[in-house]
């Protein structure tokens, strides 16, 4: 799902490209894209692009008249920028969802996914548009403290709170995983159970990991559109990297699934070399679940020995709650 520094990086190459321009023409190639019926999307049309942007993970276009389209992404949604006049290039029919003409070219709103989740609304004033952000903390734009007040609110796992749009605006599952990976904790541990001296340096992980991957996108954008945007990418420390070697200490990175999503995590830099848990497994391996990295190698040898299957901490399983 394309996060904060990637929704930041598509505003900043879109709003040179249509900020003064025209919309003339919403075409959706398919009708459940579009979420909302007033005002009809006839009605955006003809109007000047006045300013643009982010509500959370979604991108706001902003129109004459005090209209609005907000785009929501989801987990395979992606933009693409068509030049006027320039064909529509590589992108595959099916996978546009919908395009929206401007006097200065088209942008193609495709979804790589048989689960069409992207979504286009219309909106009509300010306070409509209100009701699209979940009200969570613009971490960039705050202090410490604010984002001790929005952390302790409620008790969660950092994984949680990380990604819950309520608490914090924007993050989401690769880039919790990076920020908690740098601020050397446990995806697991309670919020109620963080130090000050541990809020602290979450905070500043997660200034830090943002404002470093928004400026890594600039320069990958340059002067052009992004078009490969992905949640999983070589420079990342643990996030999609399982079993590689964490560029901090090189133990091999680990992880816990839950449904869609899945926390990476380095047991050594993160976890005081614990392994973590599923909660559904831990009751079923209960003792023969490998507590440790050591543990899981002395295992892994031995299976190798005795001609038996590699050991691996399973894929599938509810997180515990504990860190």
């Known amino acids: 799902m394309p996060e904060l520094p990637d929704v930041v990086v598509y505003i900043d190459c879109l709003a040179p490209r249509i900020t003064g321009a025209t919309l003339e023409r919403v075409r959706l190639a398919s009708p459940f894209v579009l979420r909302s019926v007033d005002p009809p999307l006839a009605e955006l049309e003809g109007k000047r692009v006045v300013g643009l942007r982010r ?16 785009l929501h992404l989801m987990i395979a949604g992606r933009l693409r920028w ?5 064909a529509p290039g590589r992108v595959p029919p099916k996978n546009v969802l919908a395009t929206l003409e401007f006097s200065s070219g088209s942008l193609l709103l495709t979804e790589a996914s048989s689960r069409k989740r992207a979504s286009l609304n219309a909106v009509r004033g300010e306070a409509a548009l209100a009701g699209f952000d979940p009200g969570g903390l613009e971490v960039l734009a705050s202090g410490v403290e604010r984002f001790r007040v929005a952390l302790l609110a409620e008790n969660h796992t950092l994984k949680r709170a990380l990604t819950d749009p309520t608490i914090l605006s924007g993050i989401g599952n690769a ?3 990076e920020i908690l990976h740098r601020a050397g904790l446990s995806p697991l541990k309670q919020t109620s159970k963080l130090s000050d001296a541990e809020i602290e340096r979450l905070h500043a992980a997660t200034q830090a990991t943002l404002t470093g ?3 890594r996108l600039r320069r990958e954008a340059g002067d052009g559109f992004p078009e490969n945007v992905t949640a999983f990418r070589p420079e990342m420390a643990v996030h ?6 964490c560029p901090v200490c090189g133990a091999p990175v680990q992880r816990i699934v839950h449904a869609e999503n899945e926390s990476n995590y380095c047991a050594p830099c993160q976890t005081g070399g614990r392994l973590l848990m599923d909660r559904a497994l831990s009751r079923l391996l209960q003792k023969d679940w490998p507590r440790t990295l050591e543990e899981l190698e002395e295992r892994t040898q031995r299976r190798a020995s005795e001609g038996g299957v590699r050991a691996a901490p399973p894929r599938r399983g509810k997180p515990a709650t504990s860190g």
């Open 55 to 70: 509500i959370g993970k979604r991108i706001v276009v902003g129109l004459e008249s005090e209209l609005f389209l907000v």
């Open 82 to 86: 068509r030049e006027s006049g320039r």
């Open 240 to 245: 999609g990297r399982y079993r590689k070697p």
């Open 175 to 177: 880039y919790s995983d």
């Open 213 to 215: 991957w928004i400026d």
